[in-house]
């Protein structure tokens, strides 16, 4: 049988690795297979973690067995935060695997590869993968080659240092800042309440418990699955709420009043803060003009991408960018790592609060003012005929198509772009009105609907 090559298959990593549901495509043979071909692949000792899902255990042990027959030996850095793996593999020079699939609902599981300098590993890496998977060119070695697996428990506190050197730790500590966090049930149950504590905060945690059910509340940090954390932030006694998803890769925040932050708005607060003359961001088309009007008056130039981080985090080191990240309160803040990590976000928040002595609310009034909606429609066509339809609808139109559709209008923007991880289309909608940016959002998910019933 003639060996096939990359026109001959499907893609399985998509925009964050592989994902699905476990004994349903997600099964324990293919996840097994998949180690065999990550094992070949790299050659070499891996790290290995996952998040508080309940299959993670089942997904791990799979892809593990996998990985061993390969002849890789293997590190076991159990349940820890993707940021907190990835640094692991940094600082080790290592690559690594982690069992997660971040925000999506508890069904799903994910297999995410991660080169050694700590990055997600780049798309012709994830081909080459799936080349040794679709043909089965699987390395077997012999029983007495087989890797061995390891375990170390000295990667949090590796992480949390690690973050903590990036920041005016003694300025922040001599604040004694109160601070609410909601770990979402997810992976920073321990990490981030460790790391609060260490910076001198006062610490008051919800849902820090590992659930792989997310029962508390959805694994995803919008506003609606925040009202916990939003309801106590109201009380008026705490100076900072903040909330990560179930890999804790992002950190959204509520002021201390109880206003929700769009990620948005922490994004371009901390280019705003750190940005110099002559330096690049990078972002995806998918965030806020808010940065492009910072970055023109910081003399900075802005480079924009398509959607999703490690698209992002590529990008900034060939452009040698220290900053950028994504509306969805993902920062990649480069001195530290070239990923999204919500507890260095967290805590380049603090020391803007520290440095300033200003309070969240004082803080998020000094970036433009900028609105963005955010909308999603189940996708029960292929892209590419959806796209055409939607065209036809537009008209004369002015377009970015850098990923999907963006279409600029007389009072903003909206971007249509299917999600590289759910079969849904996303719709973002722009203006520096709330409601319109609303009406703008609603509008083109109306005209999606009815274009997915034709």
């Known amino acids: ?270 280019v705003k803060n750190h940005v110099k003359k002559g330096e690049k961001v990078v972002t995806p088309v998918s965030s806020s003009d808010a940065l492009s009007e910072i970055c023109k008056a910081k003399g900075a130039q802005l480079i924009r991408t398509r959607v999703g981080a490690p698209i992002v985090s590529r990008t900034m080191i060939k452009e040698k960018a220290l900053l950028g990240g994504e509306e969805n309160g993902g920062v990649i803040f480069g001195p530290h790592q070239y990923c999204r990590d919500g507890a260095m976000t967290l805590s380049l928040f603090l020391d803007l609060m520290a440095s300033t002595g200003m309070k969240p609310s004082e803080l998020i009034k000094t970036v433009p003012e900028f609105h963005m909606a955010k909308e999603s429609v189940k996708r029960d066509k292929e892209w590419s005929v959806l796209e055409k339809d939607i065209l036809k609808q537009l008209g004369d139109v002015a377009l970015d198509r850098t990923d999907g559709l963006k279409i600029m209008l007389v009072n903003g923007w909206v971007l249509l772009r299917p999600s590289g991880t759910e079969p849904i289309i996303r719709i973002y909608g722009e203006s520096r009105d709330e409601k319109t940016a609303k009406e703008i959002a609603n509008d083109y998910k109306e005209m999606i609907e009815k274009l997915n019933r034709h």
């Not at 324990?28 to 065999?36: C, D, H, R, T």
């Not at 070949?40 to 309940?54: E, H, L, P, V, W």
């Not at 590869?113 to 012999?142: F, M, P, Q």
Request: with cysteine; aromatic share 8%.
């Open 1 to 270: 049988m003639a060996e096939l090559n990359e026109k001959d298959f499907p893609p399985l990593f998509g925009t964050n690795g592989i994902r699905g549901v476990p004994n349903d495509d997600l099964t324990v043979e293919f996840s097994q297979a998949i180690g065999k071909s990550i094992g070949t692949f790299f050659g070499s000792k891996i790290a290995m973690g996952r998040d508080t899902r309940d299959t993670g255990q089942m997904i791990f042990d799979s892809v593990c067995s996998g990985i061993l027959s390969s002849g890789c030996d293997l590190i076991d850095l159990g349940i820890l935060p993707t940021p907190a793996i990835q640094y692991y593999c940094k600082i080790n020079k290592m690559p690594g695997v982690i069992i997660t699939a971040s925000h999506n609902p508890p069904q799903f599981n994910g297999i995410k590869c991660i080169a050694s300098d700590g990055t997600e590993l780049e798309r012709e890496s994830e081909r080459k993968i799936e080349l040794i998977y679709y043909n089965k060119k699987y390395l077997t070695v012999n029983w007495d080659k087989i890797g061995r697996a390891f375990q170390d428990n000295n990667a949090p506190g590796m992480y949390v240092a690690g973050v903590m050197s990036k920041v005016d730790r003694d300025n922040i500590r001599s604040r004694n800042f109160k601070v609410v966090v909601d770990t979402g049930n997810g992976a920073a149950f321990s990490t981030t309440p460790t790391l609060l504590r260490e910076l001198g905060c006062r610490v008051v945690t919800l849902n820090a418990n590992p659930d792989g059910k997310f029962t508390s509340r959805n694994s995803e940090p919008r506003p609606e699955n925040l009202t916990e954390l939003i309801s106590v932030m109201k009380l008026g006694k705490f100076d900072l709420g903040v909330a990560h998803d179930g890999d804790a890769d992002r950190a959204v925040f509520v002021d201390e009043k109880g206003n929700f932050i769009d990620g948005d708005v922490t994004l371009s607060l901390i």
